[in-house]
């Protein structure tokens, strides 16, 4: 990096990205001003709401036009989901954990509304602004020496450049730290994450954006990443070195993610396999020292974290920043004195300035991982002798206290991470325009959980379910609330206000059951069925509805007409009408 004292300006040269990684600071919410998606290694995920949960619990949706963060405890058979943030795209948006208003903050303190970018977009729009003239690609750093008033760089072709400073901003295997402290083993985080970008459109991508499903020793986080394309991140705990078979990994995460929501089933069918990307997580052990004379480290090269945050490119974005006002300040006051740039001050003062929020970010997003290892929504893993109780579906007892904290703490922290650690704000315009503000639909999905359920934007179906389902056809529910649907198993001529499905089963009764749409929801009647209609909820509770009485069913639910799951379904919310002989799997 060159520094020149006609004016302020800086002109540089990249070093090595020997690690071959770029940064990807991508944010997966607009109302989150601050939050960039990590490096490469470092998936993008801006969860942070969700894993400061987790870092309070121990073991367990914000729109394009909302703000607010919903940790709700809606179960994919074996996983659930725990986060989601209201631009569209929820599946089952049952009982949310909590909601954490996001908007409100970024508003208070003038900043602005952050839009989604991919990371080539970004890239592509940083290289312009710098020129890339100056930008030079395949350029390995494989040393330097530090000559008391200059720095030179030696590349792994040969070349070799001057500057007045080095600043190493090549990733977790960084030969500039190398160089410095001598090598430094990364942490392998127990997990490996799986990645891929999908054309895939949820339903209720109006309201929902970006959303987090947490089972045990597994999570799902995906996001809308505009243009009809979503991306998405599995993590899954198991040692490091794995690899796929050929053209196995799509096959292999339908393995680890059998039984969870619709949602996480589809997103994973709907990539290609050249699109999934695998790798393992790595981190950092935090150091107090960055630099050395006129060399200091930046990014991932000297605090890479682990992506449960979704701050190791806010960081890098953030240092890149304070290196910048550093180097300003040393140039006015060598404009002011006429003496020399002070470059080593500049390097040590950004280094102090940037270690303890660094540090605590850092603490976080490995708290989170340890968090979400031992994970589970019941009381069912690490019972030992009282594994009984597994039968009784207990919540997990740290859910309350969770919740307690949250609410007492997550406004401040959240407050704290956008303001990028300070809550100064001298010399910040603001850029929240009064359009920006919330609507009126965006507070009622924050307040009214239905009200967000009933923004997903598709037809819903009944899809026979179960290997002995004898039933083939699926069944179109109409929102028609003047027409309600007759469930039985004789051939009758369609009444004014209903119409009649026929289910050839053993225990479908003539007129079994009546399924009615009212005020954007669907109910289920019971029509003093012979052998009685069942529900299974998204947490796995079968019960049976009483004769004569109205139950409500939700996307995922299972119904059984009769109990000899001959006539099984499951609700699926979707776009277009699935082929006539699509038959669900248990």
Not at 68 to 93: A, D, H, M, N, Q
Not at 272 to 285: F, K, Q
Not at 367 to 388: E, K, R, W
Request: aromatic share 10%; with cysteine; net charge neutral.
């Amino acid at each position: 990096m060159q520094l020149h004292p006609e004016y302020n300006k800086i002109q540089y040269k990249t070093p090595s990205r020997s690690s071959s990684r770029t940064m990807r600071l991508e944010c997966a919410h607009p109302f989150l001003s601050n939050f960039f998606l990590p490096t490469v290694t470092d998936p993008p995920y801006i969860f942070l709401p969700f894993f400061l949960t987790l870092l309070f619990l121990s073991c367990n949706q914000l729109p394009a036009s909302t703000s607010r963060f919903y940790l709700p405890p809606f179960l994919p058979r074996k996983g659930k989901v725990v986060g989601e943030l209201p631009t569209t795209s929820l599946t089952v948006p049952i009982a949310r954990y909590v909601k954490m208003d996001i908007f409100t903050p970024a508003v208070q303190m003038g900043l602005p509304l952050t839009r989604i970018i991919s990371r080539m977009t970004l890239l592509q729009i940083l290289a312009s602004a710098v020129g890339e003239d100056v930008i030079f690609n395949k350029s390995h750093v494989v040393g330097f020496e530090d000559h008391g008033h200059k720095v030179t760089v030696m590349l792994e072709n040969g070349k070799q450049y001057e500057g007045d400073l080095l600043v190493g901003a090549d990733g977790i295997r960084s030969k500039v730290r190398q160089s410095l402290f001598g090598p430094q083993e990364a942490v392998y985080s127990g997990y490996t994450c799986y990645t891929g970008i999908a054309d895939f459109v949820p339903l209720d991508i109006e309201s929902v954006g970006f959303r987090v499903l947490l089972g045990h020793k597994q999570y799902f986080v995906s996001s809308d990443v505009v243009a009809g394309k979503m991306q998405w991140y599995a993590f899954h705990k198991e040692p490091p070195g794995g690899v796929d078979s050929p053209h196995g990994k799509k096959e292999r995460l339908l393995k680890i993610f059998e039984g969870w929501c619709d949602y996480v089933i589809d997103l994973i069918i709907a990539s290609d396999e050249d699109a999934i990307l695998r790798r393992d997580i790595y981190d950092l052990t935090p150091t107090c020292t960055w630099g050395r004379g006129h060399v200091t480290l930046l990014g991932d090269s000297v605090h890479a974290m682990q992506p449960n945050m979704s701050q190791g490119g806010c960081m890098a974005i953030e240092d890149s920043y304070q290196l910048a006002e550093e180097l300003d300040k040393a140039w006015r006051q060598s404009v002011e004195s006429g003496t020399p740039i002070d470059v080593v001050s500049s390097l040590r003062s950004y280094e102090r300035n940037r270690r303890l929020r660094v540090a605590i970010i850092h603490a976080m997003a490995r708290m989170a991982a340890f968090a979400a290892s031992y994970y589970t929504s019941y009381l069912d893993v690490g019972l030992g002798p009282l594994l009984f109780l597994k039968k009784f579906r207990i919540p997990n007892p740290a859910t309350v206290g969770c919740r307690f904290l949250v609410d007492l703490a997550m406004r401040l922290i959240i407050s704290w991470v956008l303001a990028g650690g300070s809550l100064k704000f001298e010399g910040r315009s603001p850029c929240c325009r009064l359009s920006e503000k919330a609507n009126d639909q965006f507070l009622r999905w924050l307040e009214d959980d239905d009200a967000l359920e009933q923004s997903i934007n598709g037809d819903w179906f009944l899809l026979p379910f179960g290997n002995e389902a004898a039933v083939s056809e699926p069944i179109h529910l109409s929102r028609d609330e003047n027409r309600d649907c007759i469930i039985g198993s004789e051939k009758q001529e369609n009444s004014p206000g209903t119409y009649l499905i026929t289910l050839c089963s053993p225990q479908v009764s003539n007129v079994h059951a009546c399924i009615s749409y009212k005020d954007g929801a669907f109910f289920l009647t019971d029509l003093q069925s012979k052998y009685g209609t069942y529900i299974i909820n998204n947490e796995g509770r079968r019960y049976r509805i009483r004769p004569n009485s109205s139950a409500r069913f939700r996307p995922s639910n299972i119904i059984e007409f009769g109990s000899d799951k001959k006539a099984t379904f499951r609700v699926k919310v979707m776009r277009s009408p699935p082929k006539p002989a699509e038959k669900e799997e248990n």
